[in-house]
């Protein structure tokens, strides 16, 4: 049973940072890629970055040099640092991990960042 729960989203102004919490239950001694991804209003949820179990990362081209994403394996945590922030980044960020044998995915709530302008 996977269950994730998203933290640190808030109001950040243009060119400030934010780092984002996902707090992975059920996923220990299992293969799950992690990743975050973002719906702004009136968009298609979007992938942003992904983690594999080894650390292999993946990031969309919109954040590549900005965000950066890690997992702890020991507290299943997944982590989204973002740095310098801008309006197009404004949206709710999901966590999400999908099990790489079955394909099954799993989502956290939602965490709004919102970057003033």
């Known amino acids: 049973q996977v269950q994730l729960v998203e933290s640190g989203g808030g109001l950040v102004q243009p060119g400030g940072s934010l780092r984002l919490s996902c707090a992975a239950s059920?996923?220990?001694?299992?293969?799950?890629?992690m990743g975050w991804y973002r719906q702004a209003p009136g968009k298609q949820r979007e992938l942003v970055a992904r983690?594999?179990?080894?650390?292999?990362?993946y990031y969309a081209d919109s954040v590549k040099g900005r965000f950066t994403i890690s997992r702890n394996n020991i507290n299943n945590m997944v982590y989204l640092q973002m740095d310098s922030l801008n309006s197009e980044d404004t949206a709710v960020y999901y966590c999400?991990?999908?099990?790489?044998?079955?394909?099954?995915?799993?989502w956290g709530q939602g965490t709004q960042v919102t970057v003033s302008s």
């Open positions: 999400n991990a999908q099990h790489l044998l079955t394909t099954a995915n799993y």
């Open positions: 983690i594999s179990n080894s650390g292999n990362t």
């Open positions: 059920g996923i220990i001694n299992n293969p799950y890629r």
